[in-house]
């Protein structure tokens, strides 16, 4: 399996390739060159694999240039019993709220939240692909909360990796500052910058600009475009349509179709479920659910696309959702113009501020499935509130838009699966104004939160940035 770029300038490469680039040498994002096909036969005998042995078959369709014994061994590690609960995925009814409705439970992992199943696949392959190649890789980031986590839990104590993390210093949650500043391996480094995450975010771009700096501490990214967590985050729409159909009569699965709910930001997670929907897997529809940055919203309803800046970005109480320019948006449009024509209306949404996609908008919602909402702090607080008096459950702020935006448009007779995309207790205090009062938090959580912290503070300072990469980098042989 090659990928080419969304550009179309950049030579084709192999998973592993794809798998430590960052944007293409064309600014594009690396595609599958061809869509695998799953059949239903297929899904039928990966019925009775566990997470980890689906996650080899899935994955394998893409990573065709990792031999399958060595996949099998990345992916054993990444979902192992010392990192996920059994079965790592697993379906929560709500059928207390509405009989159909069902959590898909993606934030069983050690962060809390779901992008630990795609870091903790990144976790395992990217050091077995540097080994192979005798490199090492100075990971730099810069985050507001989960992802650098869900990264430096993935790649803790990995050989020839590792991290430098900057956050903007007193802005994340208690429990999102412990999860990072706690670990005490030798090659995590949380950078607490003095400043806001557009300050952090805006050092790290000046550092993976400057080419000669980047070649020379061998610096790379693990974002949401890598082409290796969209591959891994397909496989839980398949394990989740595996299970929501293991109780349905063999003869009736054949069209068992479901609607799936995404609570989304950079488009990484929904596209992940498009692809797999691509593939063949039975979904109906994907159901894309923002905050009150909605600009993705505003492309399903209208057919125009129209990315805000940082500065009209609201802070809202899903903040893993306050994105305006959603990343791996560029993926979908490229399948839905097709390469040639994608090329010059890509380019006027750089000239003009926006892309108008009105003629496609049929096929948005017909041929792809996509459907939207929006759902606001009030909306949030009373899907926490719902959730928890008709099911007994606590949910986080993310999923509550999820549920929000999936109690607007479920139709009877079509399960319809949210993805859990947090915990309520790695955002409490959104869900003690949902509930009047504060959840008890679990053990794990009090005991994370008395962990001695470990942080290097900064001032806002692209030379004092430099010199602590050239201090702590990584460096070959
Ligand atoms: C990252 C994140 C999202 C958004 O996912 P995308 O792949 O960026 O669309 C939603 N909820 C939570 C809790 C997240 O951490």
Redesign the pocket.
Known sequence: MQFISTRGQAPSVSFTEALLMGLEPDGGLAVPATIPTITANVLEDWRSLDYAALAAAVIGLFATDIPKADLRAIVSAAYGADRFPTPVVALKPLDGVVPGLTLVGL?EGPTM???DLAMQFLGQAIPYVLARDGKVLNILGATS???GSAAEHAFRGQEGVSVFMLSPVGRMSDVQRAQMYSLADPNIHNIAVDGVFDDCQALVKALSNDAAFKAEHSLGAVN?INIGRIVAQAVYYVWAWLRASDGVAAEERAPFHVDVV??????????AGHLAKSMGLPIRRLILATNENNVLDDLFASGIYRPRSAAETLATS?P??D?SR?S?LERFVWQLLGPEEFVSRWASLEETGSLDLTDRLRDMHEEFGFVSGTSTHKDRLASIARVHAEAGALI?P??ADGITVALRHMEQGYPTLVME??LAAKFAETVEEALGEAPEPPMFVRELLGKEQHVIEIPNSEDELRALIRRSALHRG
């Open positions: 934030s939240a779901f992008k909360g989960d992802t949401s995404v609570p989304s930001g950079n488009f990484g997670n929904i596209y899903s893993s959702m994105i959603a791996n986080d993310h999923t995309t947090a």
